[in-house]
DNA sequence: TATTTCTATGTAAGGGCTTACATTTTAAGG
DNA sequence: CCTTAAAATGTAAGCCCTTACATAGAAATA
């Protein structure tokens, strides 16, 4: 029924044109819903398009000047469950809207990501949505230069001249410090993510201020390196174990590390909550799978993925329009990783 | 020092060949590196499109006849980590061939799925791969008219008229059965997938003839339908736990079932390994954050999306080949979350 | 140097579509 | 029924490339 020659639909807008007995013009018209068809020219000519099979060939219609309904996202990979859940958001947004997802994840090109970006740029997206957590200034110059829509989700771009989504890192992260301090805690260990972006110095901070705000004095051998990968997670945790006054709770700056963490809890035979109790920061999916459950900062990741999406149609709708940033709130999700520390620590030295 | 307009890279081939002094035709070559053109000429041209930040245009490339390189991917969504450990391999592959990567998710379309198959040979791609496991006889026939080259992963198409990748699921599940009564299980449950898959079939005859092999008898009350969700996982578990003579083993047909039957047996209290024993399949990231680490028997996920696109890339460029299935072994992971089971179960009513 | 043979480059014709503009048809008004 | 305006349709140019074919220039042969 559907009569394809080749690779790919070679029925063509003439060929329905001649079925129908109409121009390709006209044919054009109801494909792109455009007034001014007569409903029976309309009717005859879908029927037409219908029996020979005709699927719109979109590299035409973009070249010719119309929509292609693509949008592109950059990531660095399908590394960690944290980007496949903001590429869910981007999905259900995009479905929508009824755009299609192309994917370029960075890795393959080394660390070039900053000429990838203009390559991107091939015609082949109507815009893009960058998750690339990193931004070094190199790609930010490269973003200046590129004059594509595009927007940051999970990043911004201080000087106010890109779009982007973030969420409340510092607000999070000071929650989660506040909780454990709450619930008892004095010696609070610290993991970090990769201090050069803003989320992990943001996070960072959060917890610094908590620990002032509650005259927590700041002892600097309870604040470990991670790089947000599970293997740093595990050795900061076996760090912090191996200290003289070992932390009662640990809070990792991410899920990823928090679970390393978890490992090397167990590993030293102790128990979670009891002897030690481990927030996270994300809430993803393995949040919830992994005994006990995890406490944890809520980022709102879909939903970054989705606003990211409206932000970028916005700017090909309205290209004019002044860049924003939206900042989405993270909150507390109390599982079941964390209780009021052991008796026995209370005593600090 | 780009000078683009508006959306997209407005320098064109001409601009490039006013600015280099050539034709628009001798940039083409250049671009394409094609043979007979001269050194310098050369360079003068890549000199010129440095200097205008020109990009070549994809959609034009293609329309004109050249090469797209640019692969889909039908998926029904980016639900569990199953999918995106072969969305991961696909991308390695894809990222060695240096082609693009496009994503389709069918649930945009409903159930749909057929249709939107046609959709997708719209230009956009040289060639899809299809991970959809269901795969509807309206969706076979959808496939059979398509005339564009396509790849199954991890489904077969029994009429041999496609290209597809799988694995060894019959085998996987006897061999999983198979350990479980080495160590000594007599009463092993089963949590079955959703049985108008393959896939699901395969698992729970393998699970059968391991029984029948060791002499079990099979006790129907053992063996509790899912659906490959974690919901029906936990659910399952529960009523398993719930018979007067319990199993002192799950295997669940998949992974993120047999977290949810592990929930449910701590949710009745009990232990895992010590008072029961749990086995999954897939071997999903998580399968390793989980707690106790999750024994199960690995799918090569990865590389069967790698396989995928390399089937599929055999197809664009040898289209007269003719279609073939690459079975791939899976295999038994040994970790935590099995144990011979507790004496006091040992006696059989 | 004249002739032949390559090699390097240019010319022009599409590829499948959209859209401004021209033309025809239809409906409305007189 | 004729005129006029509005609605429907057609014509043709152009989007940015690739590629067969034509042409000019360089090298090789006589």
């Given at each position: 029924m559907t009569m394809q020659k080749n690779q790919s639909n070679p029925v063509t807008i003439y060929d329905v044109a001649k079925e129908a007995g109409v121009s390709d013009a006209t044919v054009s018209r109801v494909f792109n819903n455009k007034?001014?068809?007569k409903e029976a020219t309309r009717t005859r000519v879908l029927n037409a398009a219908q029996k020979l099979g005709y699927v719109v060939n979109l590299q035409a219609r973009s070249l010719a000047g119309?929509?292609?309904n693509v949008m592109g996202v950059l990531i660095?990979?399908?590394?960690?469950?944290y980007i496949v859940e903001i590429i869910r958001g981007i999905d259900q947004e995009l479905a929508r809207v009824d755009y299609e997802l192309m994917i370029y994840t960075t890795h393959r090109k080394g660390n070039n990501e900053a000429s990838y970006l203009q390559y991107v740029?091939?015609?082949?997206?109507e815009g893009i949505l960058l998750v690339?957590?990193?931004?070094s200034s190199e790609f930010l110059r490269a973003l200046e230069n590129i004059n594509y829509p595009y927007t940051l989700i999970d990043a911004?771009?201080?000087?106010?001249r890109s779009f982007s989504v973030s969420a409340t890192n510092w607000d999070g992260a000071y929650k989660a410090t506040e909780y454990l301090i709450k619930l008892g805690h004095r010696r609070i260990g610290f993991i970090t993510g990769i201090m050069e972006l803003s989320s992990a110095k943001d996070r960072y901070d959060g917890y610094i201020t908590a620990l002032k705000d509650y005259h927590i004095p700041i002892d600097l051998s309870l604040i470990v390196k991670g790089d947000f990968q599970q293997d740093s997670g595990y050795m900061a945790g076996q760090k912090l174990l191996a200290l003289?006054?070992?932390?009662t709770a640990i809070f990792a700056s991410n899920d990823v590390m928090a679970l390393g963490a978890m490992d090397a809890i167990r590993a030293a035979n102790l128990r979670i909550p009891q002897d030690i109790s481990v927030v996270g920061f994300?809430?993803?999916?393995q949040a919830v799978t992994t005994y006990p459950k995890l406490t944890t900062i809520h980022q709102p990741l879909e939903e970054m993925g989705r606003i990211g999406v409206k932000l970028l149609l916005e700017q090909i709708e309205h290209p004019e329009n002044a860049p924003k940033n939206i900042t989405l709130a993270t909150h507390l999700v109390i599982r079941d990783s964390c209780q009021p520390p052991p008796p026995k620590h209370d005593a600090y030295p």
């Open positions: 007034a001014g068809v119309g929509k292609l660095p990979g399908l590394g960690n469950g740029a091939n015609g082949l997206t690339v957590p990193l931004l911004v771009d201080t000087s106010g003289p006054y070992p932390p994300d809430d993803i999916p």
